[in-house]
């Protein structure tokens, strides 16, 4: 398939990149600062103009959010607003413009993450962002037919662990290669509006 | 208690106050049109100064948010920004705000809806909202303990079934009597971090 990864630069991203390369896929990689293709999704015109460059694709991949972590109380308005331009309205924009775009049979596979059930202290701007996430990929499941959508939440990856780890006390991590696993399921499998969780 | 509902002069807000006040509960109600305040929850800035007006409280209650009903390809992104503001950002900040002012075992009570687990076609802003909602609600009360906070996510109402009904088939109603239960149950209960589904 030709399929278009969104945050190919990130640990998550490359991971993917690679999982899908090897499997015989054509992978097109988009970042804002590195890829094949340069543009920020949290801009709605951008989102348009990265579908214009691309050109016929069957399947859309997300693999990252920007949300900033502190405490409630820490928070401003445009903290949350930030996080949902970052991590919600951007993928929400890779699909509502993409409907029309990819491929009739096509798929969309977004990033959440176990914050949005499992939340940690500092979260509640990942876990907003996530739980937004997964219930748009059920209701937008359901229109968008025979086209296919699916988010991956993973828990905490052990390749982060020397970096996050003493935020994720006895919660099990997993490898990126389960992770990637994920993306394959949803890609290459037959399921609509699933939450992939690896925990 | 003394508590803070908001979306008062809605079929839900009307119904709670009724229920909270034939408990005994001294009730100040906030909406945009009526009501004892009048405060619009989607600016930031109107929810400091409701909270200067109000006083004291020990619950904040919401019953109502705003969300736009359209295919995912007829929605604009400025219509999942409208029900990020209307139904997510007006509630988070009725808690981001309310901490540091309500009582110390305070609680909120959120609202939500079975859209973000059951969507129906058209429902994609509206799940989106209540999935964010419900995630914040559980990662917000790992924090703010011993203040409490829970949300209510309750289906279609049965005296909406004149106007809503055909949105909904086969979906069991509830009526708006077990439904004001729940805000019972979040207010003057120990739970935190639920999600009271009324289904």
Redesign the interface.
């Known amino acids: 398939m030709r399929i278009l990864l969104i945050g190919a630069t990130g640990q998550l991203g490359t991971a993917v990149h690679e999982t899908l390369t090897a499997r015989g896929h054509e992978v097109i990689t988009v970042g804002r600062t590195g890829g094949d293709l340069r543009y920020d999704i949290a801009e709605?015109a951008q989102v348009a103009e990265m579908y214009v460059q691309a050109g016929a694709v069957d399947a859309v991949a997300g693999t990252a959010g920007d949300v900033p972590f502190k405490?409630?109380?820490e928070?401003a308005?445009t903290d949350?607003?930030s996080a949902?331009y970052g991590k919600?309205?951007s993928q929400?924009?890779l699909?509502?413009q993409g409907?029309?775009r990819i491929a009739e049979r096509g798929s969309f596979t977004l990033i959440t993450g176990i914050?949005?059930?499992d939340?940690?202290?500092?979260?509640?701007a990942?876990?907003?962002?996530?739980?937004?996430?997964?219930?748009?990929v059920?209701?937008?499941a359901?229109?968008?037919a025979p086209q296919r959508i699916n988010a991956v939440s993973p828990s905490v990856f052990t390749e982060s662990l020397p970096k996050y780890g003493d935020f994720f006390p006895g919660i099990p991590a997993v490898d990126l290669a389960q992770v990637t696993q994920a993306y394959v399921r949803s890609i290459e499998g037959a399921n609509t509006g699933r939450i992939f969780s690896v925990v």
Not at 126 to 136: K, L, P, R, T
């Open positions: 709605p405490s409630v109380a928070m308005p949350y607003l949902f919600v309205l929400i924009e699909v509502r409907v029309s914050l949005g059930g939340p940690i202290p500092r979260s509640s990942a876990a907003m962002a996530n739980g937004a996430v997964e219930a748009f059920r209701a937008a359901i229109e968008i």
